[in-house]
């Protein structure tokens, strides 16, 4: 039987994966997917996903381009026009998409949507899909500079590149013997969906508590997610909860603004920063979660994800037009100095906001509030901040 080659294979079809499907078949490489488990239907009827991304306009603007954006506009998702964070109710600092001149700073929108949005377009595209499926084996074959594939159900593929999407864990990033650095953090995280008393608004906060952050995302209709940073020890007590006792918690824990709120259900995650010593090897690039995780205080994770597939296909069409072998390291090296630090800025960033709000020093605690209000007057230095949050 003829082993069946492509031009690239990307392994796992989560919200990163699928849209470089989607953009790299429309640029006309011949892509396969290998993917774990297909997305549930859409289900108009279904509670809120428990977990929530954040989209930037940067983010929905690249999946416009792939066909994908109209999609998620007509199912569920929700612009967010303001961003509110603070320690001391005096020191709140307030972002507002009139400060940039913009409709929305962006959308709250549920992953299974999304996903769900991406799979279906890439059926439309006439994408080879895999799944339920998952990696077997992969092995370089230097001379005829492709990698050879199988399949757990035993299909056997080879690329010119091998992508890996596959998240934290990634297979290709071990296969491919590429190390991470990085640690757990001492926090673990909890997402609620709730059903709020009133319609949610277009205002997410975030407020930080000696103990963690906590959050408030509005979603569509009534419902919103409230993110709970806490010990890992408080959030595994917290999981133990009936939805009931829960509401109880958070009446007591979470701001007054909350307002009355009805748990629907809860998830809990670990906290972990990750980051690939490389981004890429003969025939092998890694984006999304599989390159690096960040804290998600600020919602950034799958925008990187984004800022990623878009470089990449940059750099892969850029030198095919050059007509150039576009699957080497030379070109791959292109895409690895456009990303790499960058993700290593908005890392470390997020992990300086998020040492300088966990520690109880009262010096600090005094010095960070002031930093929230002289933020708060400080309109140059909150647009930059703004714009560069937004990848604008
Ligand atoms: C608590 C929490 C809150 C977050 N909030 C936000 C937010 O508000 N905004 C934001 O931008 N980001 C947020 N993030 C981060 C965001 O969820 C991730 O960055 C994003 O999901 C990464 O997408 P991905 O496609 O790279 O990886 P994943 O979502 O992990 O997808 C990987 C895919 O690969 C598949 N797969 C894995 N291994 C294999 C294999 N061996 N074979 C086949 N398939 C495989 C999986 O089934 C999955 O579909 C949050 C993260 C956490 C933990």
Not at 107 to 119: D, G, K, P, S, Y
Request: hydrophobic content about 40%.
């Amino acid at each position: 039987m003829q082993t069946e080659h492509f031009d690239i294979v990307i392994n796992g079809g989560g919200m990163v994966g699928a849209a470089l499907a989607c953009g790299l078949t429309q640029h006309n490489f011949r892509v396969a997917v290998i993917e774990r488990c297909e997305p549930a239907h859409y289900d108009t009827t279904s509670l809120p996903d428990i977990r929530i991304s954040a989209i930037s306009r940067t983010s929905a603007a690249l999946l416009d381009e792939i066909g994908a954006w109209s999609q998620v506009l007509a199912r569920r998702c929700a612009p967010y026009r303001r961003l509110e964070t603070w320690e001391w109710e005096s020191a709140k600092t307030e972002f507002s998409a009139a400060l940039l001149k913009l409709p929305e700073l962006g959308f709250m929108v549920e992953n299974q949507v999304l996903q769900r949005v991406l799979w279906e377009r890439m059926e439309e595209l006439g994408i080879t899909l895999f799944s339920p499926a998952a990696l077997d084996t992969m092995t370089y074959q230097p001379e005829q500079e492709q990698w050879s594939i199988t399949l757990d159900q035993g299909t056997a593929m080879t690329c010119s590149l091998l992508v890996g999407a596959d998240g934290a864990h990634s297979q290709v990033r071990q296969g491919a013997g590429i190390g991470i650095q990085g640690w757990d953090y001492q926090q673990a995280c909890m997402l609620i969906s709730v059903e709020c008393a009133y319609e949610p608004g277009e205002t997410t906060w975030q407020q930080f508590t000696p103990h963690g952050p906590r959050a408030f995302l509005p979603l569509y209709d009534r419902f919103a997610s409230l993110v709970w940073y806490d010990s890992a020890a408080r959030i595994d007590a917290l999981k133990k909860l009936s939805p009931a006792q829960l509401d109880l918690e958070i009446a007591q824990h979470f701001p007054a603004c909350v307002g009355q709120v009805k748990t629907l259900r809860s998830g809990a995650f670990p906290l972990t920063r990750r980051h690939a010593n490389t981004y890429i090897k003969p025939g092998i690039a890694l984006v999304g979660d599989a390159a690096h995780t960040i804290n998600p205080l600020a919602g950034q994770g799958v925008n990187l994800g984004y800022r990623d597939i878009d470089a990449l296909i940059d750099v892969l069409i850029c030198a095919r037009r050059k007509a150039q072998p576009w699957w080497r390291l030379d070109t791959l090296k292109h895409y690895q100095r456009k990303r790499y630090a960058d993700n290593l800025v908005m890392q470390t960033g997020m992990d300086l906001f998020y040492f300088t709000f966990s520690n109880q020093h009262p010096p600090l605690k005094v010095l960070r509030n002031v930093g929230l209000m002289a933020a708060q007057r400080g309109g140059w230095l909150k647009r930059k901040a703004l714009s560069y949050a937004l990848g604008l």
